[in-house]
């Protein structure tokens, strides 16, 4: 099926059920998963921000990777940068960066128009892959 996995993970209440899904596609495969967190800053008055410490961003993806290697499935980090709102570039430049056979990532649960109007990560990933993208709610 899918031998190399790319799970993109943040802070949203989806996370778990994102791993579980990329869990479950690597044991049918033997595959292997790259967690791909993205930390994204944004230029202030006082220089640039960001939305987590380096350390938090370290933690979440070391977290994912523990989990799956726990559930007996290869995986490593790969931390990511990007200015707020480029999440997507970044998920989809790390895709092929690993040559993922398949994306999983997670959806805030905005309906259509919202996910339009305010610009989906997963809405955007879409567009920019041409890789099959796994949404999980």
């Known amino acids: 099926m899918y031998e190399r996995i ?3 993970i943040d802070h949203s209440p989806a996370t778990g059920r994102v791993l579980d899904a990329a869990r479950d596609l690597a044991r049918l495969s033997d595959g292997q998963v790259w967690v791909v967190h993205v930390r994204e800053h944004q230029p202030g008055r006082g220089g640039v921000t960001a939305s987590e410490t380096i350390d938090e961003a370290h933690q979440a993806a070391d977290a994912a990777v523990a989990g ?23 998920i989809a430049d790390s895709a092929r960066a690993h040559d993922a056979g398949v994306i999983v990532m997670g959806s805030r ?26 949404v999980v709610r």
């Open 109 to 134: 649960g905005r309906g259509d128009l919202a996910g339009t109007l305010l610009g989906s990560t997963a809405h955007k990933v879409i567009h920019l892959t041409g890789r099959p993208v796994l």
């Open 68 to 90: 799956l290697a726990g559930a007996g499935v290869k995986a490593q980090a790969d931390i990511r940068y990007a200015f707020l709102g480029h999440a997507a570039t970044e």
């Open 6 to 8: 790319l799970v993109a």
